[in-house]
C-alpha cells in the first residue's frame, strides 16, 4: 500500500553526456508501496534517470537518496547493502546469453549472498514459479525462450534478492498486446503480494493504466508533472496533452474514464 513516506528521492540533478545536457536540476519523489511510471518523449533521458539511480552512470550534480542511504556519497559497504535491496529489470531482459534462466536468477545470490548452492537454487526456482514460467523453463538459455518469456526470466532475477524497490525500464516494450497485458497482471500482483516500491519507465498507455498509481513527465531535464493519471488528464502542456488524449489514449482507456 502506497504511503505518504518517500522511499527514493532525487534532489538538483543533473546528468551530461559531453556537452548534452540531459538533466538539469532535476527532482522526483518516489513514495513507499507505489507504482510510479516514467514518460517522456524520446531523448527525455527516462532510461537515463532510472541507470543514474541504480549506479550505472554518475551525474554531474545532485543527491540521491534510497531507503535512507545517500547513495552518491556512501561508502562502499553501505552502498552494497543498499543495492541488495533493490532489484533492476532492463529493457528485454538483459540475461546473460551463456547461462540458463535458474543460472541467471542465481547470478545475484552467488555475488552478494552467502548461502549455498542448494539453497541458492530453491530460492531461484521459486523465483522463476514466481513470475508465471514453468518449472522446464529454468534449463532453458535465453535463446530458447520467446520475448515474453525472456521478460519473464528478466523480473525473476530482479527478484532474486527478494528487494524492496524494483526498477523496471521498457518492460512490455516488443511483447504483443496480450503478452503485454499479462505481464501487466502479473506485475500488480507481485507488486501487492510482496509489498513492492516500483520505478517504471515505459511509454505503454496500457501499462500506465493498468499498473501505475503516479506518473511522472520528464521534459527539457526536469519533471514537468507528476500525479495520477486523472491529474495528468488536466496538465495544460503540448505535450502531456497530446499523450494523455490522443487517439492511441483513447484505445488504451479503460471503461468508465480516466479518473
Known amino acids: 500500500m502506497m504511503t505518504d513516506l518517500p522511499v527514493l528521492s532525487v534532489r538538483n540533478l543533473t546528468t551530461r553526456f559531453g556537452a548534452v545536457v540531459v538533466h538539469d536540476g532535476l527532482n522526483l519523489d518516489v513514495m513507499r508501496g507505489e507504482v510510479l511510471g516514467v514518460v517522456g518523449g524520446s531523448g527525455t533521458g527516462k532510461s537515463v534517470l532510472l541507470r543514474t539511480i541504480v549506479g550505472l552512470k554518475r551525474p554531474v550534480a545532485g543527491q540521491i537518496t534510497a531507503l535512507g542511504t545517500d547513495v552518491l556519497n556512501a561508502d562502499p559497504a553501505s552502498?552494497?547493502?543498499?543495492?541488495?535491496?533493490?532489484?533492476?529489470?532492463?529493457?528485454?531482459?538483459?540475461?546473460?546469453?551463456?547461462?540458463?534462466?535458474?543460472?541467471?536468477?542465481e547470478a545475484?545470490?552467488?555475488?552478494?549472498l552467502g548461502i549455498d548452492a542448494p539453497t541458492r537454487t530453491a530460492l531461484a526456482d521459486l523465483r522463476i514459479a514466481m513470475v508465471g514460467l514453468p518449472p522446464a523453463a529454468g534449463a532453458l538459455f535465453p535463446a530458447e525462450l520467446s520475448g515474453g518469456m525472456r521478460k519473464r526470466a528478466g523480473l525473476a532475477r530482479a527478484l532474486a534478492l527478494d528487494p524492496e524497490i524494483l526498477f523496471l525500464d521498457e518492460p512490455t516494450a516488443g511483447l504483443?498486446?496480450?503478452?503485454?497485458s499479462e505481464f501487466d497482471t502479473l506485475l500488480v500482483a507481485l507488486q501487492e503480494a510482496l509489498?513492492?516500491?516500483?520505478?517504471?519507465?515505459?511509454?505503454?498507455?496500457d501499462t500506465l493504466h493498468a499498473t501505475c498509481d503516479r506518473i511522472a513527465v520528464l521534459a527539457a531535464g526536469k519533471v514537468l508533472a507528476v500525479g495520477t493519471m486523472a491529474e495528468m488528464m488536466r496538465v495544460d502542456d503540448p505535450w502531456v496533452h497530446a499523450y494523455?488524449?490522443?487517439?492511441?489514449?483513447?484505445?488504451?482507456q479503460p471503461a468508465g474514464g480516466a479518473a
Open 79 to 105: 552502498l552494497q547493502a543498499v543495492q541488495n535491496r533493490w532489484g533492476v529489470m532492463f529493457q528485454d531482459g538483459a540475461l546473460f546469453s551463456s547461462l540458463s534462466v535458474r543460472e541467471n536468477v
Open 108 to 112: 545475484p545470490m552467488r555475488e552478494r
Open 244 to 252: 494523455f488524449h490522443g487517439p492511441r489514449a483513447h484505445a488504451a
Open 176 to 180: 504483443d498486446p496480450i503478452g503485454a
Open 195 to 205: 509489498g513492492l516500491t516500483v520505478f517504471l519507465v515505459t511509454h505503454d498507455l
